[in-house]
């Protein structure tokens, strides 16, 4: 399985401020993936992000708010701008896993963000 | 209606005993269907998964899915303490599409 490594692992921010959250992969993939989990729910997907294509956002997110970068195959940033109490989360990356037509994802350890 | 539901107990058992973890979902075009651990303060780690309808076992797991009444478990035997986490299912309709997640199961092992 893949290595996935993410910085900040947790963080403390104020409101109107913006996080940027990286998330590094051992081995090229090419689909990696960004999700919240609020306190005491499931995951919910953000984004989609694709090496060399825009991200591809899920219904209730948008890139103003959570604009994604993907330079290259190993690593991909998400930054949460502009934030409000409501942002409070933890903020999972997670990439494609290598068997193949199984949809299977490994995450990383996630990035646990309060706003205040 | 959500797309899977899952309970979010807590469970609580004692140790050794027979652990069922149940999802159950709408989507009748879901084909791969998954379960994850999720440790307290780390990230979910895939257990098992499963292609459409069938079993599917690991050591102490045993993965069930029955598409025809849209339900899918999770069996551990022999239960541990190190099992204590939350238990995910998720599913998705293939091709690299994206995951539904249940709300997750939280689950307590006691000696």
């Known amino acids: 399985s893949a290595v996935i490594s993410q910085k900040p692992s947790r963080d403390i921010c104020q409101r109107g401020t913006s996080l940027t959250i990286q998330c590094q992969v051992d081995?090229?993939?090419?689909?990696m993936f960004w999700y919240r989990q609020q306190p005491g729910q499931s995951l919910t997907l953000i984004a989609t992000?694709?090496?060399?294509?825009?991200?591809?956002?899920e219904s209730g997110f948008v890139i103003d708010k959570f604009p994604i970068s993907r330079p290259n195959l190993t690593f991909s940033t998400l930054t949460v701008s502009n934030m409000s109490p409501e942002d409070s989360s933890i903020y999972l990356c997670s990439v494609e896993s290598a068997r193949a037509n199984t949809d299977t994802q490994y995450f990383g350890p996630g990035t646990r963000l309060t706003v205040l | 209606q959500k797309e899977v539901e899952q309970d979010p107990g807590p469970l609580s058992v004692p140790e050794g005993a027979i652990v069922s973890l149940n999802c159950t979902y709408s989507?009748?075009?879901?084909?791969?269907f998954m379960w994850y651990r999720q440790y307290s303060r780390k990230g979910p780690e895939l257990l098992m998964y499963t292609y459409s309808s069938g079993n599917k076992e690991d050591g102490r797991f045993t993965a069930q899915v029955d598409k025809s009444s849209k339900y899918i478990s999770l069996f551990i035997r022999d239960s541990q303490p190190s099992d204590s986490a939350t238990y995910l299912c998720a599913m998705s309709l293939g091709g690299y599409n994206k995951l539904i997640f249940g709300a997750g199961t939280r689950l307590a092992v006691h000696p």
């Open positions: 989507n009748s075009a879901f084909q791969y």
């Open positions: 992000a694709n090496q060399g294509s825009e991200a591809t956002y």
């Open positions: 081995s090229q993939v090419t689909m």
